[in-house]
């Protein structure tokens, strides 16, 4: 008896509980419904302080370029690979290299090339500007250092190897923010080789000039780093063979000058020809070295053109840029939702409060 009475009061706790939750969820919002002048109000405010919001903030220009990277690899070279390897070139793979895989997306995001970019001259309507000058402009920040007369006089005009401290300070502050807020670089797909790459400011000629600069100056580096080892071996054989050709020229030369100068050489007399079939073996041994190293350029120059990579422009900024701006109605609306449900909470929690004290 004693333990069916105890499984009653138990289960008139559980009831009087969950009675007691349903009680207090509906005094809440009967409390929330009396508070509903207060919500009204701080709604309005926060509805007119989305809309100051949305006429003062000013709005962002987005440029975007896109364009698709063949990494062009090794192979298929087959037939060459006996010929390239006496010649100490390799037409081979050469596995992993540094910009192998996702590497280039970071690259772009490298303070020498976003330095690079912003040291570079652009012509903004008729007049020619660094950047970074436009980009201190476009954002005030001289404004920002009137106090500081070191900084409201500085210029980025000279070798960038020889800037001071707070020239190099500068610039790795505004390389941070344009990482952080401004720049964005991404493969749409990872199994593709189509890049995008955007940048976002207040200043649309800026975006432009800037995007444009930046994926130049990625592009040729990329490419240059690629191919600098295939480039530097087709330049030292092209030197090699133009000096073979030259001795091989002058030893043609030296054979006729030879042959004139005994023209009626009595052909009893075989020392007369001795200096003439000297020449001539000079001029066999330099056919065949000059035939040689034309078939290792050639070589050279197929491994350089396997190298490169083919870098193709898809899409480039063109004005007018995208312009996202926050509308006054949107202002409007998200300041009064922002204001309702912070006041509710508000009001929520502090009968709460009260109710457990």
Known sequence: ????????????????????VIYKIRSGVRYLKSKW????????????????????????YTAVSTFVLEDSKSGGLGQYAGLASLAGINLGGNGGGVFEGDNILELYKSRTMIE???????????????????YIDSYKLRDKW???????????????????????SLITDIVDFLNKKSLDVNKPDKKLSIID??????????SKYFNEKLVQNVNDFYVQTKTKKELQNVQILQRQADSVKQNLNSSIYDVASANDSAPNANPLVTTLRVT??????????????????????????????????????????????IKEKTGKAKGILIG??????????????RKMLKQIV
């Open 336 to 349: 009064a939702l922002l204001g309702a449900i912070l006041t509710i909470i508000a009001l929520a929690s």
């Open 37 to 60: 002048l207060t919500i009204l109000i701080i709604s309005l405010i926060g509805g007119a302080l989305g809309l100051l919001y949305s006429i003062l903030k000013k709005p962002t």
């Open 116 to 134: 690079k970019a912003l040291l570079s001259t652009c012509n903004f309507n008729g007049k020619d500007q660094l950047l970074i000058n436009r």
């Open 276 to 321: 003439s079939q000297k020449k001539q073996v000079d001029v066999q041994a330099n056919a065949a070295i000059y035939s040689e190293m034309v078939k290792n350029l050639e070589l050279a120059k197929i491994s350089l053109r396997q190298e490169t990579p083919l870098i193709q422009v898809i899409d480039a900024p063109v004005l007018p840029l």
């Open 1 to 20: 008896m004693n333990q069916i009475d105890q499984k009653n009061v138990a289960g008139n706790t559980e009831e009087l509980s969950l009675a007691d």
């Open 197 to 206: 790459v955007s940048v976002v400011s207040k200043d649309e000629l800026f």
């Open 146 to 168: 009137k106090d500081d007369a070191k900084l409201l006089n500085i210029n980025f005009n000279g070798d960038p190897a020889k800037f001071n401290r707070k020239q190099d």
